[in-house]
């Protein structure tokens, strides 16, 4: 949703990737361009070029390198939440180009509406996979296994009626 949300508000979109695989599906969702973050040779050539990183990664990973892609005055939003310690962060990095480091869970309920206008003025949508109630397992065993490429949403129109109680 960020690079979507970025294109619709007129941002030239990168996105930073380890696989090569999940390529073709950020191009597809509208980003101008694809890094592959364990090239250094792509890393070393976006030093200086991005103003502002959304960092969605919900594992341990090392931010020093992305530090390096931002401009002066650049800034990088914490946004997933990795379950274990992330490596130390090298604060030369973000007091030589004056970068913010910060971080947000969610909005409140007045931005989460404006988020939701901007979406349907500008046909913004997530990308989903319907699931019948009869998938519930099977969806969740895809889940754990990690075959999921947006997010499932269950088809609630496809839940059995609950049971009329009986008078006592």
């Not at 919900?58 to 274990?84: E, I, K, Y």
């Amino acid at each position: 949703m960020a690079v979507k949300l970025a294109k619709a508000m007129g941002a030239r979109v990168v996105v930073f990737t380890t696989s090569e695989g999940k390529v073709p599906a950020a191009l597809e969702l509208g980003a101008d361009e694809v890094i592959l973050s364990r090239d250094q040779d792509a890393m070393a050539a976006a030093d200086r070029t991005i103003d502002l990183i959304i960092d969605t990664v919900a594992a341990p990973h090392d931010l020093n390198p992305f530090f390096r892609t931002l401009r002066v005055d650049g800034a990088l939003f914490q946004l997933g939440l990795p379950s274990d310690a992330m490596p130390p962060v090298n604060p030369g990095a973000l007091i030589r180009r004056r970068i913010a480091y910060a971080g947000s869970l969610i909005g409140g309920i007045a931005e989460t509406q404006e988020m939701l206008d901007f979406c349907a003025e500008h046909g913004v949508v997530a990308d989903i996979e319907l699931v019948r109630a009869d998938q519930l397992n099977e969806a969740y065993d895809r889940m754990v296994a990690g075959d999921v490429k947006y997010r499932f949403v269950l088809d609630t129109s496809t839940l059995q009626a609950p049971a009329e109680k009986a008078d006592a």
